[in-house]
Every structure is written in structure tokens, then in C-alpha cells.
């Protein structure tokens, strides 16, 4: 929607754009206002004082999931800022379709992430290896991308058919790693230092994405192809990891949870 309004608008576009963002978020800011409370859950048991990040920090599997999902959320960070500056100026696509990428990649999101998660339950026996192989879809699009910059086809319609189909790849792994490897982050913390653990593992998330702009825009100044293949690398390499913390993490969080028979409710959500 930003790429239309600026295409049709010019400059001023950055501003309406800009105007409708502020705006959905007091949209959003109204609508969480309005939801109800939940009602309060019964504590899960004495609080226990002490350890913190420091039984985080001896946690060797969860850190090795941690580190996992640093790999991979190095892929993430690619589709916001690398692959604008990829299009327009290493393939050079007119500015104003490379919206079309993001399009794809929310429209297939927001469609099929829900029959996606539920295929891959069915699929893989593994939380770990459903994410592997999400995280090996996104080496294999990365390393399309790569090639599609080193062929670099003529016209705008193969080079745009090119990135869409690169980018329906890493969508497609992005549908399977993400709800996968959400909730086995989740369920490999103990309850009662949940908070703690969560927390180490969303800093993998800000990691690569403070660290993605930086690496990304130096790279691509020697070479628009060398990001890409950085990132299809670290991918690979966090696919491989996970498959071989697997075994050292709790049976609970690595299975599948079976899905509640009709009629029957349970506290807690499998992804």
C-alpha cells in the first residue's frame, strides 16, 4: 500500500504514508483497549528467589536454540532492508514494483500461515525439525537470490518473476520455522523463569536486526550478491544447529503437543 501511494503521490506520498501509519496505530492502541482482561491465573507455584540469567547462562541447549534463531533472524532482517536496496540497485527494478515483494509475502502470511502451521504438525514428528527445515527454505531463497543477481536475466518481467518467486520461498519458510520455533522457545523455558529465558531469546531477534543494516549495506558495496549468500550460510547453519539441540532439550517442548478432542479445551496452545 506504501508503494502505491508514493508511486501515485510523489514525495508528499512519504508524508500520507507516514500520516496513515501514526494512524494505525492509534487504531491499534483503541481496539487493545477495548479487548477484555483476562481473568487471573492461579500462581503456578512458590517463587523461587535466586539464578535468574544465570541458570540461563548454564542452559548450554537453550542457548544453543538461542543461537539458532540468531542465524536464521539474520534471513528476517534481509527482507525489510536488503532486498529494497538489492532490487533497485543491483537488478534494477523500478522502485515502484518492488512493494509488489512485500505484498506477496503479507498477503501468503496472513492466508495460509494458520493451514501452513497445521500441515507442518502433521509433517514433521519435531518441533526442531519443522524449523530446520523452514530455516533450510530460506538458505535455498537466499541462494536464489544470489543467482538471479549473478544472471541478472533482461527485462523487468523476468527479473520481477525472479525476486517473487525468491521471496515465495522464503515465505514459504518463514510459514514453517516461525510458529515452530515460537513455540519451542516457549515451551523449553521452565516455568518459573520463563520471563528470563524468553527475554535471552528475543534478544536474538533485536541482535539480528540491529546487526542486519550495518552487515548487509557494507557487503553490498562490494558486491550485491555476497549479503545473500551470507545470509543463505548463517540459514544453513541454524537449520544444522537445531537438528542437533534437538535431542538435548526437554521431550515436552520438542514434540508436538496432540490436538484436544472435540468438545475439550487445554490451557496450553501448541503452535
Known sequence: ???????????????????????????????????????????????????????????RPFLGLVCANLLVALGFSALTTLLPLYATGWLDVPEGLVGSAFLLNTVLCAALGVPVAALTRRCFATRPRAAAVGAALFS?????????????????PLLLAGLLGAVFVMTVGEMVYTPSAGALSQFAAPQRLRGRYLATYQLSWSLAYALGPA?????????GRLPWLLVATTAAL????????????????????PAPAPGRTTTTAAK
Open 1 to 59: 500500500m506504501a508503494s502505491v501511494v508514493i508511486a501515485t503521490a510523489g514525495d508528499f506520498g512519504y508524508t500520507v504514508t507516514a500520516w496513515l501509519n501514526g494512524a494505525s496505530f492509534l487504531a491499534a492502541g483503541f481496539l487493545a483497549a477495548r479487548t477484555p482482561a483476562a481473568p487471573p491465573r492461579p500462581p503456578a507455584g512458590p517463587r523461587v528467589r535466586g539464578g535468574g540469567y544465570r541458570v540461563v547462562a548454564k542452559d
Open 238 to 257: 541454524g537449520s544444522l544447529l537445531l537438528v542437533r539441540v534437538e535431542r538435548h532439550l526437554p521431550a515436552g517442548a520438542v514434540t508436538f503437543v
Open 215 to 223: 552487515v548487509f549495506t557494507s557487503l553490498l558495496i562490494v558486491d
Open 140 to 156: 535455498l531463497s537466499f541462494l536464489a537470490q544470489a543467482a538471479l543477481g549473478t544472471v541478472r536475466p533482461h527485462g523487468v
